[in-house]
């Protein structure tokens, strides 16, 4: 769910777990994983401060766009057809 949210561009929280972290560094918000009282803090801080809220969430948008299959889709389609060609 955290690429179709920023790629819609709103605001998460997610859980710090290391996928998470190399995607999208500190765009978005993240908490201890079973941290409760960690989570509520992560989601009152975007409550909190808009305009961090708002710089995360263009952060995390142009870090989706850089994934997104249509800047890949070329260079993918390329490779599949080394693969079956035998090279």
Known sequence: K???YAA???PAVASGLPLVNDTFGTSIA???PGDAKDLANQILRLVDDP???S???EAAAAIVAELS???D???YMA???RFIRGR
Do not use: D, K, Q
């Open 69 to 71: 299959w249509e800047r």
């Open 2 to 4: 955290i690429l179709e």
């Open 51 to 53: 305009a961090a809220r």
């Open 55 to 57: 710089a995360g969430v």
């Open 79 to 81: 490779l599949l057809a």
């Open 73 to 75: 889709s070329t260079a």
């Open 8 to 10: 819609m561009r709103r």
């Open 30 to 32: 993240t908490y201890e």
